[in-house]
């Protein structure tokens, strides 16, 4: 079965950090655009980074801009989101999913791939 799985949430203090892994079951995320997504209770799911096959290419929302960093290390088939100066807003299931395109912006559509998500709360 071909899946992306996260990992890495965790109840958090403010101002504190966490970083969420995002691997892939049954196939290699090297050739995979892969965005990160969060969906907060009551709200809707919205799109908050994204980084491309190789890297080059990075990509947030304003939300985030500033204290979220994407990375991946495709040795480790594995994509990174390092969260830093989290706050209670931030408190959300976080997901990553993964879609074959050389997009040069951020897409937050037509992802193949979805992920069960890791939930975040970041409370004192």
């Known amino acids: 079965q071909l899946q992306v799985v996260e990992s890495g949430g965790g109840l958090v203090q403010p101002g504190g950090s966490l970083r969420l892994s995002c691997t892939a079951s049954?196939?290699?995320?090297?050739?995979?655009?892969i965005g990160w997504f969060r969906q907060a209770p009551g709200k809707e799911r919205e799109g908050v980074s994204c980084?491309?096959?190789?890297?080059?290419?990075?990509g947030y929302s304003d939300s985030v801009k500033g204290r979220f960093t994407v990375s991946r290390d495709n040795a480790k088939n594995t994509v990174y989101l390092q969260i830093n100066s989290l706050k209670p807003e931030d408190t959300a299931v976080y997901y990553c999913?993964?879609?074959?395109?050389?997009?040069?912006?951020?897409?937050?559509?037509?992802?193949?791939?979805w992920g069960q998500g890791t939930q975040v709360t970041v409370s004192s």
């Open positions: 999913a993964a879609v074959r395109t050389n997009a040069r912006q951020c897409r937050w559509t037509g992802y193949d791939y």
């Open positions: 049954g196939f290699t995320l090297d050739s995979y655009y």
């Open positions: 980084i491309s096959s190789s890297g080059v290419m990075t």
